[in-house]
């Protein structure tokens, strides 16, 4: 029997193993930041006017990412080619921070005077923000081919392997009441220890990951450094940069909506002695989605090229919350129903991952063609990827803390014996606010975002122009 022929890179799999684990802290602490981190700091950090300073956090971190973010990018796309990478540095040392920094935002010092927890809070999240915008791991795929086939395989892999090992994070918050439960109740210091329990073996194998990624040979270095000049210009002239980002920061943020107000929908919709098992089959329906839509997403679009195909799962994710939002209107949605919906939109939003990372890396392809090789300034497209991300979160976090706020929220107050005993019932404009939160205004930034899209200049003939055209300079 003949034997089996190795795959060469970038598909080899020193280097597969690598773009499936380089990431991993990213994914390990978006999860928490969407998923935990709101709900941990309004009902269980001890924080006092928790919700009102959650809102006033993630606004002002937004205002601070709008600068740090290009640095970071201007920053990598100025730094010289080393031995070992031009982007490998900046993701080894983006993989320590982010660790570190998400395992502090989870262990908020509870005895502390209130001064001293909310300047360890905003340290510790401008520290997480500062971490992910330093591992480029788009850039470096771009780095390594410009096939489109090849590109899909790099991702799809990864995709799947990264959900698989996120598999607990959906169940952090059961976890974390169930450690709680076992420290006479201490839920606080529950959180904090899955936090370490979560993220040190995730940021162990992220390091390992980026040791065994080899930058490839579509990367070169300019003749003269990447100045403020070319960053304008890329700026200006990239339309498929700002088309995408503007989508994406639209249909983007359907999935955090719906993470961040679920939680707190599900806690008192369906009874806050259930939150735990609930939490569970939330994140059972969030898991087997994304495992699901990630696998059916090359066979569904095949034939689609990535534009189209992000256009398609833009308004696809929102048709199960629409029907949410109507059926509200006539009945109390059963929770059996209500987390079908849900699992249905899970499916869509997996299926998005792969069209979407194909447009990014599209992205950076239009900077080597329109500026040259060695000005593809995938740091930069990196950069501004990453804080569309953000924003996503933070537009998830605001819109739901602003609910909050105007309700009063209390969680304390919701579950206290003279609560109780006097009668008191969830005020309903919490209920219909977060309904509002997941449902109406993610059916309405879905069809924005496949409208935006209808701009998206790289269409099929020009696509196949600008790679034709890459393609040839490469082999000269």
């Not at 795959?7 to 969407?34: D, E, H, I």
């Not at 122009?465 to 300079?473: A, D, G, K, P, V």
Request: net charge positive; charged share 15%; with cysteine.
């Amino acid at each position: 029997m003949a034997a089996k022929e190795k795959k060469q890179y970038p598909l080899n799999a020193k280097n597969m193993f690598g773009l499936s684990t380089m990431r991993w802290t990213v994914v390990a602490g978006s999860s928490l930041m969407t998923s935990a981190l709101m709900i941990y700091l309004t009902d269980f950090s001890g924080l006092a006017n928790a919700a009102v300073i959650v809102t006033i956090l993630l606004a002002v971190g937004r205002f601070i990412d709008a600068v740090d973010d290009p640095l970071q990018g201007f920053i990598m796309d100025r730094s010289p080619i080393t031995k070992i990478g031009k982007f490998r540095p900046f993701l080894m040392g983006g993989i320590l921070v982010t660790t570190i920094s998400a395992i502090m935002l989870f262990n908020m010092p509870r005895e502390a005077p209130e001064w001293f927890k909310i300047a360890f809070l905003f340290i510790s999240y401008i520290l997480f923000s500062i971490g992910t915008s330093f591992q480029p791991d788009a850039a470096i795929r771009v780095t390594m081919t410009d096939n489109p086939k090849i590109r899909e395989k790099m991702l799809v892999i990864p995709r799947i392997i990264e959900t698989l090992a996120a598999i607990p994070f959906p169940f952090f918050i059961t976890i974390a009441l169930l450690l709680g439960g076992i420290m006479n109740g201490d839920n606080h210091r529950g959180f904090g220890l899955s936090a370490l329990i979560f993220l040190i073996p995730f940021g162990i194998i992220s390091f390992i990951g980026a040791l065994c990624i080899k930058e490839g040979p579509f990367i070169k270095q300019a003749e003269n450094k990447i100045s403020l000049r070319d960053i304008l210009k890329m700026y200006k002239e990239n339309k498929p940069l700002w088309i995408s980002q503007l989508s994406g920061i639209l249909g983007g943020s359907v999935f955090p909506l719906v993470i961040v107000a679920v939680a707190y929908y599900i806690r008192w919709a369906f009874g806050p002695e259930n939150f735990g098992t609930n939490s569970a089959i939330m994140g059972a329906c969030i898991l087997n989605g994304i495992i699901i839509g990630t696998l059916l997403a090359p066979k569904v679009f095949k034939k689609v090229i990535p534009v189209h195909s992000c256009m398609i799962v833009s308004i696809a994710a929102v048709v199960p919350l629409f029907v949410i939002f109507i059926l509200n209107f006539f009945i109390t949605i059963p929770m059996i129903p209500f987390f079908i919906l849900l699992f249905l939109m899970m499916v869509v939003s997996g299926m998005a991952f792969i069209p979407g990372s194909l447009l990014a890396m599209e992205v950076m392809d239009y900077n080597r063609w329109k500026q040259g090789e060695g000005k593809g300034m995938e740091a930069m497209v990196q950069a501004t990827m990453s804080f569309v991300a953000k924003a996503q979160t933070a537009l998830a976090g605001l819109v739901t803390g602003a609910v909050l706020i105007a309700v009063g929220y209390d969680a304390v107050l919701y579950e206290s014996e003279e609560f109780i005993e006097a009668g008191g019932t969830i005020p309903p404009e919490l209920l219909n606010g977060l309904i509002l939160v997941f449902c109406f205004i993610p059916v309405l930034l879905g069809i924005a975002s496949a409208l935006v899209l209808i701009l998206y200049p790289l269409k099929k003939d020009e696509r196949n122009i600008m790679y034709t055209e890459l393609q040839n300079r490469f082999v000269e």
